[in-house]
Nanobody
Framework: QVHLVESGGGLVQPGGSLTLSCAAS????????RRWYRQAPGKERELVAA???????NYADSVKGRFTISSNNGKNMVYLQMNSLKPEDTAVYYC?????????WGQGTQVTVSS
C-alpha cells in the first residue's frame, strides 16, 4: 500500500524560506504528475504547483517566482522550495501524486508565516 508523507513545514518569519518534501512509501507506477496543494483556514484547497512526468512545471500566480517544485523520480520524492514567504502563504500543504489508475494524497504539513 502506498503512503505519501510530507515533511519540512513549520513556523517561519515573513521573507523566510522553507523546503517541503514528500516521500512515497511503496512503489507508484504510471505517474502522470506530482502536485502540491494548500488549504488555509476557511478557504478551499488550491493547487500551488505541479510537475509532470516529463518535468514540465506550472504554478499558481500567487507563488510564481517564489516557489519551485522539483522531483526525484528514482526516489519517489517531490519537493517544494518556498522563498520570500508571506503571511498569506500560511496553510496546510499537501502533496498529491496522479497516476493512470488513481490519485494519492499525503496527510499534510503545516506552514505558518508570522513574525
Amino acid at each position: 500500500q502506498v503512503h505519501l508523507v510530507e515533511s519540512g513545514g513549520g513556523l517561519v518569519q515573513p521573507g523566510g524560506s522553507l523546503t517541503l518534501s514528500c516521500a512515497a512509501s511503496g512503489s507508484i507506477f504510471s505517474i502522470n504528475a506530482r502536485r502540491w496543494y494548500r488549504q488555509a483556514p476557511g478557504k478551499e484547497r488550491e493547487l500551488v504547483a505541479a510537475i509532470s512526468s516529463g518535468g514540465r512545471t506550472n504554478y499558481a500566480d500567487s507563488v510564481k517566482g517564489r516557489f519551485t517544485i522539483s522531483s526525484n523520480n528514482g526516489k519517489n520524492m517531490v519537493y517544494l522550495q518556498m522563498n520570500s514567504l508571506k503571511p498569506e502563504d500560511t496553510a496546510v500543504y499537501y502533496c498529491k501524486v496522479d497516476t493512470q489508475w488513481r490519485d494519492y494524497w499525503g496527510q499534510g504539513t503545516q506552514v505558518t508565516v508570522s513574525s
